[in-house]
C-alpha cells in the first residue's frame, strides 16, 4: 500500500516536469546549465542503476551471473543490436552462467 | 492529404513500433522485482518515460525504499522539462493540448519532432511518436506483466541479468563522446564504492549528485545525455 503511494507521487511529479515545460516561460528554462544538469544527471543515473543492478545484492558488493549479462549486453550493443534483442542477451547470458554453476 | 506519405509520420510509426516493443522488457521485469499487475500498469499509463519507469523498479527491486525510488524516478525526468520547453516552441500546443502535449513528452517524440524542419511536419512526428509510443508502450506492457508473472523464479530465467542490460541499453546512445562516457564511469565508480556504506537506493541518488555537479559547474555540450534511445533518424543516416 506504501508502495502505491510513492508510484502516484512519481507519477504525479513526472507529468508536472513535463507540463512546466510548456508553461514555464521560455526565458526561465532557456539557460544552457538547466539543460547540461539535466543530461548530466540522466547519464549519471543510467550509470549508477547499471553499476547496482550488476554488483549490489542489497549492501553487499558480489560477483555473480550479472556480470556475464553485463558483458554479453556491451557486446551486442557494439554490434548495433535492438533495444530488445539486447535484453534477451543479457537474460541469456545470466541464465546460461547459472547453468554453467556460477552464482 | 495522405498522412501515410508524410516522412515525420512515417518516422513516428516505426519509432512507436520499435519503443512500443520493448515494453514488454519493462512489464515483465517490473513483475518480477515485486510489483502487481495493477502498479506496473499505473507506471506506464501515468509515469510514462521508460527511464524513469526502469529506475522506479530497479530501485525497489535492489531494495530501496519507496521515497528512494520516487526520487531517482524524478530525477531522471528532468530531462523531459526540457524536451517540454523545445515542444512548446516547435509544436505550439495550445488549450487542454499543452496537457496531452505534455503527458507525451520523452525522448523519442522530441526527438521525432526536433529532426523535422517544417513546422507542420514537427507538429506530425510528435504527435504521431508520442501517441503511437504511447499506446504500444502501455499494450506491450501488459503482455510483458503477464509473461513476467508466468515465468516463476526469475532469477532462473536471468531476468536479473535483463535487467543489467536493459539499464545498459539505454544508457549506451548517450555515451557518444569522451565527457558523457566520463560522467557514467565515474557515478558507477562512485556508486560501487557506496554500496557497502549506505542504504539500498541512495548509491544511486548520490551518484545523481554528483553528475549533477559535473553537469552545474562544468563546460560540456549542452545536449549531452539528450538522445532518445532509439534514434528515429539513425536508419536513414545509414542509407545515405
Keep these: 500500500m506504501n508502495l502505491w503511494f510513492w508510484i502516484l507521487l512519481a507519477c504525479a511529479l513526472a507529468f508536472l516536469t513535463k507540463l512546466a515545460g510548456y508553461l514555464v516561460p521560455a526565458r526561465w528554462m532557456d539557460n544552457p546549465r538547466m539543460s547540461r544538469v539535466a543530461g548530466t544527471l540522466t547519464i549519471g543515473l543510467l550509470a549508477s542503476l547499471t553499476a547496482v543492478n550488476t554488483f549490489a545484492s542489497g549492501q553487499q558488493l558480489v560477483l555473480d551471473a550479472r556480470i556475464v549479462a553485463l558483458a554479453a549486453a556491451a557486446v551486442a550493443l557494439l554490434l548495433r543490436a535492438p533495444f530488445l534483442v539486447v535484453v534477451v542477451i543479457g537474460a541469456a547470458a545470466a541464465a546460461l552462467a547459472r547453468l554453467a554453476g556460477m552464482p | ?240
Excluded at chain 2, 118 to 139: K, M, Q, S, Y
Excluded at chain 2, 205 to 232: N, S
Aim: negative net charge.
Design chain 2, 1 to 240: 492529404m495522405n498522412y501515410l506519405q508524410s516522412p515525420a509520420v512515417r518516422v513516428g510509426l516505426s519509432i512507436a513500433v520499435a519503443t512500443g516493443l520493448y515494453g514488454i522488457s519493462f512489464g515483465a521485469l517490473s513483475v518480477s522485482s515485486g510489483f502487481d499487475i495493477w502498479q506496473t500498469i499505473a507506471l506506464s499509463l501515468l509515469l510514462f518515460s521508460g527511464g524513469s519507469q526502469f529506475a522506479f523498479i530497479g530501485v525497489v527491486g535492489g531494495g530501496g525504499t519507496g521515497a528512494a525510488a520516487m526520487t531517482a524516478a524524478s530525477l531522471l525526468g528532468i530531462r523531459n522539462a526540457v524536451y517540454g520547453m523545445q515542444m512548446s516552441a516547435l509544436v505550439r500546443p495550445t488549450g487542454w493540448r499543452k496537457l496531452v502535449a505534455a503527458q507525451v513528452t520523452i525522448d523519442e517524440s522530441a526527438a521525432t519532432a526536433s529532426g523535422q524542419t517544417e513546422p507542420i511536419e514537427r507538429r506530425r512526428g510528435f504527435w504521431t511518436a508520442g501517441i503511437g509510443v504511447f499506446v504500444l508502450w502501455n499494450v506491450f506492457t501488459v503482455v510483458g506483466a503477464l509473461v513476467g508473472g508466468a515465468l516463476g523464479d526469475p532469477a532462473q530465467w536471468g531476468l536479473d541479468g535483463a535487467a543489467v542490460a536493459a539499464f545498459l541499453g539505454l544508457l549506451w546512445p548517450r555515451l557518444r563522446a569522451k565527457e558523457p562516457a566520463a560522467i557514467a564511469v565515474i557515478c558507477a565508480l562512485v556508486t560501487v564504492v557506496a554500496v557497502p556504506f549506505v542504504a539500498p537506493g541512495l548509491p544511486i541518488l548520490i551518484a545523481a549528485a554528483v553528475a549533477g555537479a559535473v553537469g552545474w559547474f562544468g563546460h560540456g555540450r549542452m545536449d549531452q545525455g539528450l538522445e532518445p534511445d532509439v534514434d528515429p533518424y539513425v536508419e536513414e543516416e545509414s542509407d545515405r
